[in-house]
T-cell receptor
Framework: EAGVVQSPRYKIIEKKQPVAFWCNPI?????LYWYLQNLGQGPELLIR????????DSQLPKDRFSAERLKGVDSTLKIQPAELGDSAVYLC????????????FGPGTRLTVL | SQQGEEDPQALSIQEGENATMNCSYK?????LQWYRQNSGRGLVHLILIRSNEREKHSGRLRVTLDTSKKSSSLLITASRAADTASYFCATEPNTGNQFYFGTGTSLTVIP
């Protein structure tokens, strides 16, 4: 069975440019998470979806970040415009039902903003 | 701020030795999980311990939980070079479905 798939794996952009990350969770997993991980730190939750509904987006900087999960499967996280401080690894994870279930992580997208 | 704090931040041991890392957290929890992250990879779930459990084993892993001290420890016995990774604790406070990762312990096992 395929794990959580993310693309691209790496992205380098100039500041003020837009960028988008894509995530395909494990088949049948209802819950999808986007995390931000800075170097030497643990992941920090940006947004959590239960099916297609965003149930926790309190940590998502809504002035520049947006996310969607159409049809409750794939998800896209967008930043527009990107800032230097957005350089980090963006991790996607999925779990069967809720956060107490084991979360399965994708390899992440490493974003560098120049 | 993040819920959990791991200690030590970095640990270097010889292959075959045991590795112990600790996690302290701030509020009451429903459960605590440990994850491993190899360099450049996503996190991999290792073990979950519920608030009413005190100890749990999985292969070479032993996790303890002391809710009175708000702390947990992860013991890896007979370490191997392949255990080299960062280890994170993650907690779910009993106030909701939020999920917090700690800052991690970087473990290096020297062959």
């Amino acid at each position: 069975e395929a794990g959580v798939v993310q693309s691209p794996r790496y992205k380098i952009i100039e500041k003020k440019q837009p960028v988008a990350f894509w995530c395909n969770p494990i088949s049948g997993h209802n819950t999808l998470y986007w995390y931000l991980q800075n170097l030497g730190q643990g992941p920090e939750l940006l947004i959590r979806y239960e099916n297609e509904e965003a149930v926790d987006d309190s940590q998502l900087p809504k002035d520049r970040f947006s996310a969607e999960r159409l049809k409750g499967v794939d998800s896209t996280l967008k930043i527009q415009p990107a800032e230097l401080g957005d350089s980090a690894v963006y991790l996607c994870a999925s779990s069967l039902h809720r956060s107490t279930d084991t979360q399965y992580f994708g390899p992440g997208t490493r974003l560098t903003v120049l | 701020s993040q819920q959990g704090e791991e200690d030590p931040q970095a640990l270097s041991i010889q292959e075959g030795e045991n590795a112990t890392m600790n996690c302290s957290y701030k509020t009451s929890i429903n459960n605590l999980q440990w994850y491993r992250q190899n360099s450049g990879r996503g996190l991999v779930h290792l073990i979950l311990i519920r608030s009413n459990e005190r100890e749990k084993h999985s292969g070479r892993l032993r996790v303890t939980l002391d809710t009175s001290k708000k702390s947990s420890s992860l013991l890896i016995t007979a370490s191997r070079a392949a255990d080299t990774a960062s280890y994170f604790c993650a907690t779910e406070p009993n106030t909701g479905n939020q999920f917090y990762f700690g800052t991690g312990t970087s473990l290096t096992v020297i062959p």
